[in-house]
């Protein structure tokens, strides 16, 4: 997967991307999806995340990065090599 792919712009997501995002989100570990919820579903800023986790803006920054990277690279995996 090159740096410039998005979720939505792979051939085979379809009906099936929601549920591929699900899916690779449940592989993440439970801060890292609270990191990302609050973020991009309740659009708190990462002074905001991280005033809320106790945390600093640099570890939600990380945290937050790495998250996407690892959602990216399920997403770009075919169907058939996803983890179950």
Not at 38 to 55: C, K, N, V
Request: glycine residues 10%.
């Amino acid at each position: 997967m090159t740096g410039s792919s998005r979720f939505r712009d792979l051939p085979w997501v379809g009906e099936g991307g929601v549920s591929a995002v699900a899916s690779a989100l449940g592989e993440l570990d439970g801060e890292a999806r609270l990191v990302l919820a609050l973020l991009f579903i309740e659009g708190l800023s990462e002074a905001e995340t991280a005033a809320a986790l106790d945390r600093s803006v640099e570890h939600v920054r990380h945290l937050a990065g790495a998250a996407q990277r690892a959602l990216a690279q399920s997403a770009a995996a075919p169907p058939d090599r996803r983890a179950a």
